[in-house]
């Protein structure tokens, strides 16, 4: 009964925003830290940013002052504000739920392709 589901992605010109939404349903989503995660083909997954149940927030320092993760309760939902991408963006991002009880829950994912 729970679901992970990711959405806005899509394909953008270096130097443009997007703005990545993740809803979560079926578990008590405020108690959760939770994040997001890419992976592009031929490299390692990497840990883009998280956000704990109290709003505390980390960022990699790859994204360092471009991405922005952000936490909204009422909604059930985490989003990732994208600005100024770059090519190396380019990756499937996966929001992810650190569940105390069933482990790290995940999204199909969505897909950020950024070129020109």
């Known amino acids: 009964q729970v679901q992970v589901v990711e959405s806005g992605g899509g394909l953008v010109q270096p130097g443009g925003s997007l703005r990545l939404s993740c809803t979560v349903s079926?578990?008590?989503?405020?108690?959760?830290?939770m994040g997001w995660y890419r992976q592009a083909p031929e490299k390692s997954r990497e840990l883009v940013a998280r956000?704990?149940?109290?709003?505390?927030?980390s960022h990699a320092d790859s994204v360092k002052g471009r991405f922005t993760i952000s936490r909204d309760n009422a909604k059930n939902t985490i989003y990732l504000q994208m600005n100024n991408l770059k090519s190396e963006d380019t990756a499937v991002y996966y929001c992810?739920?650190?569940?105390?009880?069933?482990?790290?829950?995940w999204g199909q994912g969505t897909q950020v392709t950024v070129s020109s």
């Open positions: 992810f739920v650190d569940h105390r009880q069933f482990g790290t829950l």
């Open positions: 079926g578990i008590n989503f405020n108690v959760y830290p």
């Open positions: 956000i704990s149940s109290v709003y505390t927030t």
